[in-house]
Every structure is written in C-alpha cells, then in structure tokens.
C-alpha cells in the first residue's frame, strides 16, 4: 500500500486549500483513512479522519468548522479541504490508513504517505 498527498504550499491567512491522497496497491474502499499535521519542532497532531464508505467523520477541535475531509471511492482519492487557514495551521500534513476502524490515534494508522507542506502567513 501507497500513500500520496499533494497539494500543499503558501497560502495567506483567511485563505483555502484542498489537499488530496491517493492509496494504491490495495482497494481503496477498504481502509479507514485520515489526515494528521506536524508543525515544527511539535509532534504529528490528529486533524481529521473518515470512515470507508465516507458517511461518518471526526474533526479536531480546532480544525472543527473549518476542515471537511471527503473521499471518493470511485477514485480513490481522500481529500482535506481548509478554509479561513490560520497561521497555527503550519504544518506538513499526512494522509494514512488502517483497514480497522477510523480513529483519532496515529498508532492505529498503518501505512502514511510522505507528507505535503502547508505554510500560513499573515
């Protein structure tokens, strides 16, 4: 199983972003997928996850309102759009998997993708 996330870069504050995932090597519908973000010097923080058929998701807190991950299983695509982006949303953000249940906990996660850099200015 493969992992690629993109479409990260700079963006002001106040602006959007979507960035995708794509699993291949195994059938997309069948993993549990979700989003993680690391900021300098801090470590990798949950930001959201969603389950395989996509009708159920969970948000961090602060990302709650905000942040909307989607799937498309037809493409097996996974998706984290952001909106009004904060400068505390810096970070390299991480698509993963787990063929188990979704979870808020990067442990459960087994496969990662390589990470997509997000940099927020104001």
């Known amino acids: 199983v493969q992992l690629q996330a993109s479409g990260g870069g700079p963006v002001q504050a106040g602006d959007s972003l979507r960035l995708s995932c794509t699993l291949t090597?195994?059938?997309?519908?069948?993993?549990?997928l979700a989003w993680f973000r690391q900021a300098p010097g801090k470590e990798r923080d949950f930001v959201g996850c969603?389950?395989?058929?996509?009708?159920?998701?969970t948000y961090e807190g602060s990302v709650e309102g905000r942040f909307t991950v989607s799937r498309d299983n037809a493409k097996d695509m996974v998706y984290l759009q952001m909106n009004n982006l904060q400068t505390e949303d810096t970070a390299v953000y991480y698509c993963?998997?787990?063929?188990?249940?979704?979870?808020?906990?990067?442990?459960?996660?087994?496969?990662w993708g390589q990470g997509t850099l997000v940099t927020v200015s104001s």
């Open positions: 993963a998997a787990t063929q188990g249940l979704m979870s808020v906990h990067a442990a459960d996660y087994d496969y």
């Open positions: 090597g195994r059938t997309f519908s069948l993993y549990s």
């Open positions: 969603i389950n395989r058929s996509g009708a159920t998701t």
